[in-house]
């Protein structure tokens, strides 16, 4: 037990803050939910980020916190799915990758090359081509997009499905703990310097409380985030996946509401990290799939 | 970063656990009814002392004092183990964690020769007297007066909620010898001492575990000073920064989940409903486990504890608040005679948020210090 980065997380980590310098801010002309990172992308790609995983000395560890750290930005990309689950695919796939859950539109679909399918307890793989896809417009500020037919799918073993669907638990949770440090972060700002009554709003109590008890469940949800992605336990990844989206669903409406109007703009960017948060929250069955999960992995 | 325990982490626990299996009575879970009850405070003077022959109550403190300068990490899953347990050692968990700590640092030598060595044989008791009536989160307002006299000190006043103060031999006592913070002084009193008068106060947290204690035209001598005059605030932070995370409630908490799953399922009762909100409570004990052990990480590589265990703390209290909120909805029973461990733990849960520091001052520091918010007017 030793929750010191090592040599090789803090280089990785020190890598990526000098990466990502150039897309920490929002565009100030942009007004939309999906603000996608291409440019982002085609760095990390040429990085070769998303292969961390693999590297022995780095691991699913070091890559989660790669996910977690990327999740800040407020531009987005298939990130977590491509560094934390392509691994476990059987077979070589190629990215981006995206999830269709029961037919579902979903987050990056329209631009994938590999698509998991998932219904119910099934998991099929299939790579798709532009013409299998469409984009949809949506609530959520990650592009999303779905099946315009059904493409040619090789259906995965009992035991390679939970092998990916454990793995995808643990990305939607660092992508996740990312999102929220972000968007609390954001909150915290406004906090700082938006006064009324003649004081900073982040001196009121009431609001004070709820701030700190959401950076309380943010802290969790990382910590259990990390576990999972070091443990690549079936338990710990579900508890991980729960916690995330229990507490996303609590902090989201939380943050919006410390920001009063503003948090009804989309001139301030904390929308692009809650309004992703809202699109994870349902993934896998949501809070009440997660949990079966948990009763059958922890509670057996 | 790590998340395994090493072979040697390991083999310790393993030893901690057997050591439990061989020396707790066969009746034990009936008859554990929290730290401060009759049974279990009598009781942990013979474990505890079991404990020290075997060098497991004090490994984490100094060879000189009887340990064996153990890491941060061998006194908490010592902690864990026996917290999961129930508690076998007590009140005398306390003398462990941070009075024998806080005399290690602060004491004079004769005050250390005469009360770190029956602590670490395991034989003695000692109660915190710190809240007052008046005084609680508010701990700079108390008010109980220690006045200079001839020899020593004259006290004056009362203290409320100190836990184990009816079988304490002694008390870790802050008292008033000036103005503010800086007014405040701590005494090493034996309990024994004429003008102390103990009342137990009914609670809803069970039978021996809060009181009131008043000091009346009580005499010590000048050498039961720790410190020195008015370095109280920086004693009493000190003690308080190792209590924060001091007690593992979190794994006590997630046992007893367990244990009401299992109830349920036996009865064919763990339907939709107890799966999500067990699930739910089962990550809150994680995080607050993870939160814990990060703390117990600074401690072992020498860094000042930080916000984060105040985090931890509160981490802490959300657990026991959903596994509270589990069984009441789910395991009634429990309650109403059907499990008397379920009922000791849940009688003493509500604790979680209150001792210590109340949990809204960890909101408070969470906020300053981690969140790095503007601080209230005062």
Redesign the interface.
Known sequence: ??????SD?SALLGALDRLVAPFESKPIDFHGFALVGSDLERELTEGEYFDIAQIPEMGA?TAAMAVERLAWLPYTADIALSMLVRPHLPGDWPRPLAVVENGRPGRFVATARTLILIDGDDISLAQVTPDDVEPVDSLFAYPMGRLKRQPKATKLSAEDAATVRKWIRVALANEATGLIQAA?ASA?EH??VRKQFG??L????AL??R???C???S???R??A??AA??ADDGDA??AA??AQ?SATRIVYDLHQMLGAMGMTLEHPLHLWTYRLKALMSELGG??G???A??QH??A | ??????AE?RAFRDTVRSFLAENLPADWESLAHGPGSESQSAFSKTFCGALAKAGLLVPHWPKRWGGRDADA?TSFILAEEMWMAGEPRGGQYMNVNWIGPTLMRFGTEAQQDRYIPPIARGETIWCQGFSEPEAGSDLASLRTRAERCDGGYRLNGQKIWTSYAGHADTCFLLARTGIGKTGMSVFLVPMDTAGITVRQIPSVIGEGDIHEVFFDDVFVPADALLGAEGQAWEIARNALSLERVGIPRFALAARML?RA??AL?KADR?G?GA??Q???A???C???R??S??IV?QRR?GTPTGP?AS?AR??TV?AERLVGEFVVEHCPDALAGGDPLLLAHHQRAIVAGIASGAA?I???L???E????????R
């Open positions: 037990m030793d929750f010191t980065l090592t997380q560890l609390i915290v906090l700082s004081r900073p982040g001196a009121f109590q004070r409380h701030m700190a008890e950076a309380v469940l802290g969790g949800v910590w259990l990390l576990q070091a443990t579900a508890l729960l916690h229990d809070r009440g997660q949990s079966v948990v009763a922890c509670f | 970063m790590d998340f395994q325990w090493d982490q990490w367990r799953v299992a399922k763990y939709h799966v999500e067990s699930a739910r089962l990550a809150a994680e995080a607050a993870l939160y052990y990060q990480d590589h984060e985090a509160y981490a959300m809204e960890q909101l408070n969470i906020a300053t981690l969140l790095q918010l503007p601080r209230e007017p």
